[in-house]
DNA sequence: AAGTTCGGTGTACGTTCGTACACTGAAAGC
DNA sequence: GCTTTCAGTGTACGAACGTACACCGAACTT
């Protein structure tokens, strides 16, 4: 049962502000950013147009705060990932990772789904925001990948380039599940093919990783 | 000197598509094709709106056209990348494939910023259409990469396998080399180290390929 | 209790959009 | 030469857009 005191005003305007970030998630799922109306939002939402000016002063900045919430998710799961080790194998290291992938793209369908739209697509400072969390990514790999033996002789040049790589190879990944989704009548097998094609993936990586040497 | 013979229909008709997917690309520029208007193209090219619909049958099928095109100064590339065995060193083969990749990127600024944004971005058919040619790429790759040295042992599969990444990596290559041109003041100093990186990421990759034992 | 703040309303505007329809005039076909 | 074809014209419409402005009423402040 609900409690049913009265609303304090901040907690509405909280409760509306999350209505706004969520249904313009929802319509940016089969359109971009950009294509996605002011009037659209306020619709789905419930709300006059107008009143969208009392949360956000543009859709861009609209884009901004979703770019935010999304990595919010993400992050998440790169803790997930690299939480203390369980496994210390290099299989056990891949194989965790690609299913966490798989798990966090899975419930976070349509944060992916917005980032790798907007990535490419959104307004100027959308996409720089993105890119920027992106890089952060890398720069967590890299620490991360210096504790490896091997490259932990590396240049930071070298981890950089690494991390780099993979974050790539990873980003490419989740784009494909993404649209692997799209399709729900084989997604299932679709999804272990492409698991599988980035387990293999990264094992490859990984054994270039270990035969390089970095000659700074 | 113009010979000033009158234009046949045909010609003249060739001239307005070839200006309206000229127009179209120049517009995409700075915004995704589903947010171009039909009166946008049709006022940059010089014609009436609805004189667009002799020519296409809507936005998305001149996004398809569109694709068509871009991917043929794509070919060109790969094309050129594989031009028979002037070098045949592993250092040789990286470098002159990235130094082509910078090269037909500046060449075609437009076409390969239209096909970075609408990779994710675009209506339905054009990803499916980007991705088919994509896939078309990867399996050339792969073909090539049979002959090599050390893959020519693997499985099919896993020459699929890396392509996809190699493949993956030089896409995501090129959309660096797009954004570092979008700030001119600093381009070429971007340039140099974008393509530096890729040079890196290349040796790693087939290092590890080197050393992989594909088992069936 | 009186006054202020502010999230949300309702109306109203000028613009831009896609597209329907009837048309024109020059090249192409006979 | 007369007819047909068809790329391009011009007008006209309803719908959706962003946003300006005056307003309301309940939650807050005092």
């Known amino acids: 049962m609900t409690t049913n005191r009265p609303e304090t005003r901040v907690e509405r305007k909280e409760r509306t502000r999350r209505a706004i970030l969520d249904a313009a998630l929802a319509l940016c799922e089969d359109s971009s ?75 976070h369908r349509s944060h992916f789904l917005f980032i790798a739209r907007e990535r490419g697509a959104g307004p100027l400072s959308v996409r720089e925001a993105i890119r920027h969390e992106i890089e952060l990514c890398e720069r967590e790999l890299a620490t991360d990948l210096a504790r490896l033996p091997g490259p932990d002789k590396w240049t930071a040049e070298d981890l950089r ?3 780099n790589l993979i974050v790539t190879a990873m980003v490419s ?10 399709r729900p009548e084989a997604q ?13 993936q990264l094992r490859m990586v990984l054994i270039g990783a270990l035969n390089w040497e970095s000659r700074p």
Chains 1, 2 share one sequence.
């Open 161 to 163: 380039v690494l991390s």
């Open 33 to 107: 950013l950009a294509a996605v109306s002011l009037r659209q939002v306020a619709k789905e939402v419930g709300i006059v147009p107008t009143a969208f000016y009392r949360h956000f002063e543009s859709i861009e900045s609209l884009g901004l705060a979703l770019v935010d919430e999304s990595f919010v998710s993400l992050r998440a799961m790169l803790r997930d990932v690299r939480r203390p080790g369980v496994v210390t194998t290099f299989s056990g290291i891949v194989d965790g990772s690609v299913e966490t992938l798989l798990r966090h793209v899975r419930q």
């Open 188 to 200: 299932q097998s679709a999804e272990k093919e492409i698991t599988e094609t980035a387990r293999t």
């Open 173 to 182: 990944t989740a784009e494909q599940l993404l649209s692997s989704g799209a």
